[in-house]
């Protein structure tokens, strides 16, 4: 195995202690103290965690390493098969060989591996590359019809299908013919700026040169004089609902209305579309910019009802096994597992309880649900583990799931029937699922999907809803 390093220099630190001087009339102390020398404490990689090349391909790939001051940015790269992909000492990868490798790069210089400080690419070598041909968005406008029109202040994420569906590369980069008129982020969101007619190109990476074409028409505003707003159903975390208005002229749009949440730490809002980002109520209010006439509403976000999935991006959750990764696609997150010394697979999907209060309700909501492509293994290596603010653990092992009709399973977890906590409102400071002891047959990809993490009141309720979503995509 080959060790590659970046930069060609090292930076050595000594530590001076107090030197005392005494004269025979006065005692002077001197002190050549160096200030602290700032350790590489992340590094962040432009490419996606699994990297398709064909064989005599090669590709740099671009990284940065915080902090911005670090004392020596020197890292090191290394290939788990030389035969199948090298790497350099500039992060340039060349395929050799069909098969996988893992690419890891980490500071040559640290006290401690972690998540942010050692970056892994798994890279897969093929015998050629599939082009995309075509890209064709999905986003729908509120008949149902292809969105193709905006107002200033919109903002939209576009979603596309790429073809053929077996494409080797998904990544692209967004570009808009007249920023004056729309903007466009490197993630793909729209923003409407002004009245005209734009275009936002796809650009595609494989070779291909294709690229795609969205043309978008911005509407002119017409102003709202009055409003009124209808009152919401109870919101789930993270949930985005559009708010029901009637506006008079009846041709009003929402754009021309001014908006405000009593609370933002419970519901934000922006163009009538309000946002659960915490537990509890708040009051939003539209004021009509033209004539100040407003209306209000009360939102609530339902405490303990948590769901998570694509559309929050899988809002905290990260992985709790070295050497694994997810990326979250359209509709799904797509984890990697890694091999264990035993030579099962595993990768735990862990919730950030630093950044994110994890409040469950037990008496209405005490049933974690899992939905998932994993397979029924042989020991009980799905386990959820919990750990209370105030200590108390629990936990709940599983070898299967509840096997749905399109043979995708749910893994169900009742928390109350744990009888550790108390019922009502429970905070944890642990929150993850360990999905381990996979046997490689069990799971031949090495891959899982998870579809949608949610809070039900019973196992019961969890298998209608997965069961009528399945339905309803068919």
């Not at 862990?350 to 909501?365: E, H, P, R, S």
């Not at 749905?404 to 749910?410: F, I, V």
């Not at 699922?433 to 949608?452: C, F, H, N, R, T």
């Amino acid at each position: 195995m080959k060790k590659i390093y970046i930069n060609q220099f090292l930076l050595a630190g000594t530590l001076t202690g107090c030197l005392l001087l005494a004269s025979c009339d006065q005692e002077q102390e001197f002190t050549t103290g160096m200030p602290e020398q700032q350790l590489i404490n992340s590094i962040e990689l432009e490419v996606t965690s699994k990297l398709p090349l064909a064989v005599g391909m090669d590709t740099t790939i671009v990284y940065k390493v915080a902090p911005e001051n670090a004392a020596n940015k020197e890292v090191l790269w290394v290939s788990s098969n030389e035969k199948v992909a090298t790497v350099s000492q500039n992060g340039t990868i060349t395929a050799l060989a069909e098969g996988e490798a893992v690419i890891t790069v980490k500071p040559i210089i640290g006290f401690g591996v972690t998540d942010v400080t050692e970056k892994t690419i798994a890279v897969n070598v093929i015998p050629e590359i599939i082009e995309v041909t075509d890209i064709l968005l999905t986003n729908k406008d509120d008949e149902g019809n292809l969105l193709t029109s905006l107002y200033p202040g919109d903002e939209q994420k576009l979603t596309y299908t790429m073809l053929p569906e077996n494409h080797t590369y998904s990544y692209l980069t967004w570009d808009s013919s007249d920023e004056a008129v729309a903007t466009v982020t490197e993630d793909g969101i729209v923003t409407a700026v002004a009245p005209g007619n734009v275009v936002i190109y796809a650009y595609t990476h494989d070779g291909s040169g294709y690229r795609g074409e969205f043309p978008f028409v911005i509407n002119e505003i017409v102003n709202a004089e009055d409003i009124v707003i209808e009152d919401l159903p109870a919101l789930h975390m993270y949930q985005t609902a559009k708010l029901n208005c009637t506006f008079v002229p009846e041709i009003a749009v929402v754009n021309s209305v001014d908006w405000e949440s009593s609370d933002e730490n419970v519901v934000t809002v922006k163009n009538g579309k309000v946002t659960a980002v915490g537990f509890g109520e708040a009051t939003v209010t539209g004021t009509c910019r033209a004539t100040g006439n407003k209306a209000s509403t009360t939102v609530k976000v339902a405490t303990g009802w948590w769901v998570w999935d694509a559309a929050c991006s899988f809002e905290g959750w990260g992985m709790g096994t070295k050497g694994t990764s997810f990326e979250v696609t359209e509709d799904r997150m797509v984890v990697t597992t890694a091999p264990q010394s035993s030579g099962a697979l595993r990768a735990d999907l862990t919730l950030d309880t630093k950044n994110t209060k994890v409040i469950m309700d037990l008496a209405n909501y005490p049933v974690i649900a899992l939905h998932t492509n994993l397979p029924d293994i042989s020991k009980q290596g799905y386990t959820l583990d919990l750990v209370a603010s105030n200590g108390t653990k629990g936990e709940s092992k599983l070898s299967k799931g509840e096997a749905l009709s399109d043979g995708t399973k749910l893994l169900l977890y009742d928390v109350k029937s744990l009888n550790k906590f108390a019922e009502g409102e429970v905070t944890f400071t642990t929150f993850q699922i360990k999905i381990a002891d996979m046997q490689p047959a069990e799971l031949p990809s090495g891959q899982y999907e998870v579809y949608w993490i949610r809070t039900f009141a019973s196992k019961e309720e969890a298998v209608r809803f997965a069961e009528d979503q399945i339905a309803a995509d068919k």
